[in-house]
């Protein structure tokens, strides 16, 4: 297994979700279910980061921001959408000022359903994510 | 001079591994303390190397050029202490080490590492003065700043400097970078400067600072055990003893403890130095 799976640093965004997939990101961290087993860290910092989560249906004041933090993200980095609203808008799609979904506005590797997702499906979907970002190093070897 | 240069080889190779572990085991007994199962012992090995595979963004040429130059101080410092060299330029070869880090913290002009950097220029005035007098103690009581000679002296350090070994934990806990004194960078995500001075490094440039700082750890910890051995054999088990203690209770603080603000930090640091450094040296003077 290469060293990027076995230490995937993270960083959550909140792109006007309804906090619900955020309490479980952060849950993930917590004893109960502690990802700092696998090394991961909840890092706060998008030049550190290597998995960027993001929740919520993003609205038109969040689309600049996204797109900022993820061009300021070091190769090689994946995204995952977290939640339903992140993944296609969710119950808010029909709103005026939701884009509808994270892939509307930056690429996404990896969609986790949910409403609100729940911690299992969130680390699994992370995992699902390694895979995407073990490819993505090797590519940008070979781009070398 | 075949053997020297075996030597130095064999620091700067076998120094970041020891600090590695060190820096594995704080993280599992962290993860313990806080009720959770921790990462792996190899965890920060798997770190840096992820991030030696990965981009390295600089906002400008210079940003990751100190940081390099901050790394070979650092080596040079460790080499001095565990190869029996002069402390004394051991410590001005870490204070340069700092500077050089600062200044990177400085060049990449982004505000977090500009506080950060601001934050680690006082954590430096608030730690030196302790680290010169602990030199300057050492010297005393063994007519030599070589560590070799102060490791091969017939009685402990700490029997003639316990007020200063004291003053030195306390200021230890700046230089591991812990709480309440992790004011520039924290290892912990509860930072409120993102990341503090190391914000705007990624990739290989991160990589170097998270291998300068297990060095940092074993040059600490090589200043504890100064104080313990002597030319006796078990006073060197003794002294390793000494270290694993005092870095067990480095982490304990750590998890106990939230971030002071900056001005406590430098008043209690060097309210400490004054009274515990000078009183040992002053006793010292008048007794010998």
Redesign the interface.
């Known amino acids: 297994m ?3 799976t ?2 995937p ?1 993270i960083m959550h965004y909140d792109a006007s979700s309804c906090n619900g997939c955020d309490i479980e990101v952060l849950a993930c ?1 917590t ?1 109960l279910y ?1 990802v ?4 991961v ?5 998008p ?2 980061a ?1 998995i960027l989560l993001i929740t919520g249906g993003v609205n038109e004041q969040n689309v600049e921001i996204v797109k900022q933090l993820y061009e ?1 993200m ?3 980095k994946v995204v995952a959408a977290i939640g339903a609203c992140a993944c296609t808008g969710g119950i808010f799609a029909e709103c005026y000022n939701i884009r509808g979904g994270i892939d509307t506005v930056i690429p996404v590797d990896a969609y986790i359903p949910g409403c609100a997702v729940r911690p299992e499906a969130l680390i699994d979907g992370v995992v699902a994510a390694l895979g995407i970002l073990e490819v993505k ?1 090797k590519n ?1 070897k070979k781009r070398k | 001079m075949e053997m020297m240069i075996l030597k130095i080889i064999a620091i700067i190779i076998l120094a970041p591994i020891l600090g590695g572990l060190i820096a594995g085991v704080d993280r599992i007994i962290s993860a313990r303390m806080q009720g959770r199962k921790g990462p792996r012992l190899l965890q920060p090995f798997y770190d840096v190397l992820k991030l030696l595979g990965k981009e390295s963004l600089r906002v400008n040429k210079v940003h990751g050029l100190y940081i390099y130059l901050s790394f070979i101080f650092m080596i040079l410092t460790t080499v001095l202490i565990l190869s029996g060299g002069d402390i004394l330029l051991a410590v001005f070869s870490l204070t340069l080490s700092s500077v050089m880090f600062i200044l990177g913290g400085y060049a990449s002009n982004s505000p977090y590492s500009t506080i950060g950097a601001e934050r680690e220029l006082l954590a430096v005035m608030a730690y030196e003065p302790m680290v010169i007098l602990a030199a300057i103690g050492l010297y005393y009581i063994n007519n030599s700043f070589l560590s070799k000679d102060i490791i091969n002296s017939s009685v402990p350090a700490i029997a003639y400097l316990p007020a200063i070994f004291l003053g030195f934990v306390y200021i230890l806990t700046f230089k591991l970078r812990k709480s309440p004194f992790d004011l520039s960078t924290s290892e912990h995500g509860h930072q409120e400067l993102v990341k503090g001075i190391t914000t705007e490094y990624s990739g290989k440039d991160l990589a170097v600072i998270q291998v300068m700082h297990w060095y940092e750890t074993v040059i600490a910890m090589a200043f504890v055990y100064m104080f313990i051995a002597t030319a006796a054999p078990i006073s060197h088990l003794y002294a390793v003893i000494v270290c694993i203690i005092i870095y067990l209770i480095e982490i304990l603080i750590d998890n106990s403890f939230s971030r002071v603000k900056w001005k406590l930090a430098l008043k209690s640091a060097w309210i400490v130095t004054i009274v515990l450094g000078t009183l040992n040296l002053v006793v010292l003077q008048l007794t010998m």
């Open positions: 290469k060293a990027i076995k230490s640093w961290l004893p502690d700092e087993r696998f090394g860290i909840n890092t706060g910092n030049k550190h290597d300021q070091a190769e090689p190093q940008m």
